[in-house]
Nanobody, 114 residues
Framework: QVHLVESGGDLVQPGGSLRLSCAASGFMISTYSMRWYRQAPEKERELVATITAGGSTNYADSVKGRFTISRDNAKNTVSLQMSSLKPEDTAVYYC????????WGQGTQVTVSS
């Protein structure tokens, strides 16, 4: 059975850092592009960061220079290192695996507030 499980969400003060992790089971992520999306209340889900199977990365303009996506195919995990967090980064963050199939996790809440 396929699962993507996110972890690491928390309440953090503006300017702080968090590291989100996504653990995959039931399939190997090595041939998948892995993405992090986020969805804030009453807003559309938006793509935050992508890392391809070959290791190329891409980021939304709003997080460039602050967020870093990485993958560990041996551990079947993908991470999102977030720094210089802002209140507008508050959202539920979702892990997504895309190849000829498309898998989603359940999300982890990130709240940036003083």
């Amino acid at each position: 059975q396929v699962h993507l499980v996110e972890s690491g969400g928390d309440l953090v003060q503006p300017g702080g850092s968090l590291r989100l992790s996504c653990a995959a089971s039931g399939f190997m992520i090595s041939t998948y592009s892995m993405r992090w999306y986020r969805q804030a209340p009453e807003k559309e889900r938006e793509l935050v960061a992508t890392i391809t199977a070959g290791g190329s990365t891409n980021y939304a303009d709003s997080v460039k220079g602050r967020f870093t996506i990485s993958r560990d195919n041996a551990k079947n995990t993908v991470s999102l290192q977030m720094s210089s967090l802002k209140p507008e980064d508050t959202a539920v963050y979702y892990c997504n695996a895309v190849s000829w199939l498309n898998y989603w996790g359940q999300g982890t809440q990130v709240t940036v507030s003083s």
